[in-house]
């Protein structure tokens, strides 16, 4: 199984930065993409970044500009740079990754609050 491990949220004001760390671990996988998604109360989970294999990056719209992922491969490691941040970006922030052992299943992780005050 692969196990996915958020940290790096907290409470910030607008303007503010937080970088967000996925940990990932599990043996024998081969990665089809990872990324971020994340869900304010009462709405739907919605997609925030997402990098394949090849190292290509989709980020959501309203996020562009202001987030950036990178990865630290000899620690299993994905991050999301967050800047400027805004009230609505106030949601719990999920890792998530496609990876495939045998077949392909998605995995979460627990999910890290991000808070912002204005």
């Known amino acids: 199984q692969v196990q996915l491990v958020e940290s790096g949220g907290g409470l910030v004001q607008t303007g503010g930065s937080l970088r967000l760390s996925c940990a990932a671990s599990?043996?024998?996988?081969?990665?089809?993409?990872m990324g971020w998604y994340r869900q304010a109360p009462g709405k739907q989970r919605e997609l925030v970044a997402t990098i394949a294999a090849d190292g290509v990056r989709h980020y959501a719209d309203s996020v562009k500009g202001r987030f950036s992922m990178s990865t630290d491969k000899s620690r299993n490691t994905l991050y999301l740079q967050m800047n400027t941040l805004r009230p609505e970006d106030t949601a719990v922030y999920y890792c998530?990754?496609?990876?495939?052992?045998?077949?392909?299943?998605?995995?979460w992780g627990q999910g890290t609050q991000v808070t912002v005050s204005p």
């Open positions: 599990g043996t024998g996988f081969s990665f089809y993409t």
């Open positions: 998530h990754a496609r990876a495939f052992r045998g077949y392909a299943e998605n995995y």
